[in-house]
Structure formats: structure tokens, C-alpha cells
């Protein structure tokens, strides 16, 4: 499954496009009054202006599995990386096969750089923003996990990702290349203590039948 476009929303239009334009160092695609767009890798993120109150929401982003040191020693120099424990800044999901670190963006967005180590994507370019291949994760927030879930599968024929055992509130849809989190609300986004709040996303992907799906949630 591949996440081709990926629509949020924010309350901070002008400073979303400072963040990503100089701290990941991506430029702008796309822009009017009332949205901005990036290209990152393989996929179209945009914001658009909104009205709600602090929208926030948990993206991670695929780099190539040979440079997780090298993308954390060029972030670390732009922006404020996020502990996972008092001993290191790197999450090891041994399940997974993946290794991750996370930051915010300015609208404290929980984002992650992570390394799929079962995929074929080693770089020999220096990192750089340029080098992050997708947006491979996007977190959805629901009242009833195991009710979204059955939805999307069957609407959608999604699978649950099989390297994670589908859980009351944390699931996973999607494969190697491309995965929706469905948790509950209030859960903690891993690693942080920010709430998991529902907020309006509209995500455009392919579940490898060639058609593009459209998922939007408000």
C-alpha cells in the first residue's frame, strides 16, 4: 500500500511552509491563500488553513535503511529531537524490523524518520530532505478501533499489517510500504504523553489494485 497524497490541517499556514521549507529543507510545491503542498519522496502532503483548535496528528516518514545515523545527525543540528527514554533518542521496533527517531514540526505534529530494514532502498547520496522517500504512516484516531478497522478492510480491502497483532486500540492496516495506526482516543502517541485526538485528514492511497482510494475523515 503506498500513501500517495496525505491532506491536514493547521492553524499556522505560513509557519507550517517556514518548518518544512527550512528545517526539512523541502520545498513548496504547491500554494495559495489558503493551503500549502510538498513533495516528500513519493508523496504529495498538504495543509490547509482550518479552524480547528491545535489540530494535531502522527505522520512518519520512510528514509533510506542505511542512513538512520546519518538523518539524526543532520536533524539534530535543525530541530529538537524527542527522547524516547532517558538513555536514547532511537525507538527499536523488533517486530517491525525498523529502528526510528522522532521530532515535532511547529504544529506539534509528532513526526518520525524511520528505517524499514526488510526493504531495498539503501542511498549513497549525504541525507538530506531530498532523501526521504515517502510518508509511509499516518495515525487515526477513533472512539472504536475494532469497528474503523473492519471498516476499512472491508471497504478499502486493506489487511491488517502482519508483523503487528491487531489490538482493541492499536491496529495496523497496510504492508512494508505503506500503513495506516488506528488507536484509540486519549492514547499516548509512542513516545510521547500527547493525547490521540480525531482531527480531519483526507488520505489518497493504492492497496496494489492499481486504482487510487480516497479515505477522508472529519
Not at 68 to 78: D, G, I, S, T, V
Request: aromatic share 12%; with cysteine; glycine share 4%.
Amino acid at each position: 500500500m503506498e500513501i500517495r497524497e496525505l491532506q491536514l490541517i493547521t492553524n499556522q499556514l505560513e509557519e507550517t511552509e517556514t518548518f518544512y521549507n527550512q528545517i526539512l529543507n523541502i520545498p513548496t510545491q504547491d500554494k495559495n491563500e489558503n493551503e500549502r503542498s510538498f513533495l516528500i519522496g513519493k508523496t504529495k502532503l498538504s495543509f490547509v488553513l482550518g479552524s480547528e483548535d491545535h489540530p494535531v496528528y502522527h505522520l512518519a516518514f520512510d528514509i533510506p535503511k542505511n542512513q538512520l545515523m546519518e538523518a539524526y545527525q543532520w536533524l539534530k543540528q535543525r530541530t529538537s529531537i524527542i527522547p524516547v527514554t532517558p538513555e536514547t533518542d532511537f525507538s527499536n521496533f523488533e517486530l517491525w524490523n525498523s529502528k526510528s527517531f522522532y521530532f515535532h514540526d511547529n504544529n506539534e505534529n509528532l513526526l518520525e524518520l524511520i528505517c524499514r530494514y526488510d526493504l531495498d532502498n539503501e542511498a549513497t547520496k549525504p541525507f538530506d530532505g531530498a532523501a526521504i522517500l515517502s510518508v509511509s504512516e499516518i495515525g487515526l484516531v477513533s472512539e472504536d478501533v475494532p469497528f474503523l478497522a473492519e471498516t476499512l478492510m472491508s471497504k478499502y480491502s486493506l489487511d491488517i499489517y502482519e508483523k503487528q497483532p491487531a489490538q482493541d486500540n492499536f491496529t495496523v492496516l497496510g504492508d512494508e510500504q505503506g500503513l495506516l495506526i488506528l488507536v484509540n482516543e486519549d492514547r499516548n502517541w509512542y513516545p510521547t504523553e500527547q493525547k490521540a485526538k480525531p482531527f480531519p485528514l483526507k488520505v489518497i492511497l493504492n492497496n496494489g489494485t492499481g486504482e487510487d482510494l480516497e479515505l477522508s475523515f472529519s
